[in-house]
């Protein structure tokens, strides 16, 4: 009887797992589908294969310029975040210190606070030091969102490591800094690599904190979500959605890889 139950419950849950991943992955599939559709709008029935859509959004050039954007964005905060991450990740790891866990949770905090409470703060705290809005000011909104990533990931290669390398390398006369630098750092390097792949990612994606904090510098998803009231243009948006996604998910599987890596 225990055996029947668990038989059928392993069924229901497999059948919630299935249509989860329906309802995540079908809209991606539709949108895919119109993307090579010749049809100039979102509609039904297809009226067959092409790829100008995608021809004419590598050919646009403020969506050029949008994509541009946000890769230098993407590029300044995922090194920032990376770089700080990885410190922030060392200290957790291997220091004891009063009020340990309560620093650790601020570090992650950007991942509880919803994107527009942090998007309105920041723009009321740029606005206070009557900074500019552009460019740099999102890239210093996307290493705070980041941050947590590149944080959590180069935490969790720190934990499995073995401290008995360390010791070792102190004991034959190193100092810690030359420690680090030596033995740690390179053993570490697949975690902090997937970490400022995962911190380009977030950053490259994120239309929230860029849309409140663009000022004449749209990014590539606030330029999408702008030219999105246009009907004409869909087609365009959508090839390059699909591009956008299509390099993020790339991405993410690459920095999966190299985090699994083990020297």
């Keep these: 009887m225990n055996e029947r139950a668990a ?3 392993g069924g229901l849950l497999r059948g919630y797992y299935l249509v989860l991943l329906a309802l995540l992955y079908l809209p991606i599939v539709v949108l895919f589908i119109f993307s090579v559709n010749a049809n100039e709008t ?6 067959g294969f092409t790829l100008q859509w995608f021809q004419q959004a590598l050919a646009d050039p ?20 990376t770089v700080l991450g990885t410190a922030v990740a060392l200290l957790l790891a291997r220091y004891e210190f009063r009020a340990k866990w309560i620093f650790a949770g601020l570090a992650v905090l950007p991942l509880i606070v919803p994107a527009v409470v942090l998007a309105v703060a920041m723009l009321i705290l740029f606005r206070a030091f009557n900074l500019p809005l552009s460019a740099i000011t999102i890239g210093a909104a996307h290493v705070v969102i980041a941050l947590p990533f590149t944080t959590l990931i180069v935490f969790a ?9 360390e010791e070792a390398a102190m004991d034959l006369g ?20 997937a970490a400022f792949l995962v911190g380009f990612t977030v950053s490259f994606d994120e239309v929230a904190l860029a849309l409140f904090l663009a000022g004449r510098d749209p990014t590539f998803p606030v330029y999408l979500a ?26 993410l599987l ?6 699994r890596l083990r020297p």
């Design 42 to 47: 979102i509609a039904l029935p297809l009226k």
């Design 7 to 9: 038989t059928r419950g």
């Design 226 to 251: 702008g030219e999105i009231r246009f009907t004409g243009s869909i087609p365009v948006l959508i090839a390059g959605a699909i591009m956008l996604m299509t390099a993020s998910f790339t991405m």
């Design 62 to 81: 403020s969506l050029i310029d949008a994509a541009w954007t946000s890769l230098q964005v993407a590029l300044l905060a995922s090194v920032v975040a």
């Design 254 to 259: 690459i920095a999966e890889r190299i985090r």
């Design 174 to 193: 190193a100092t810690y800094a030359g420690t680090l630098r030596l033995v740690v750092l390179p053993i570490i390097a697949p975690a902090i690599f």
């Design 157 to 165: 290669r720190l934990v499995g490591f073995d401290r008995r390398m």
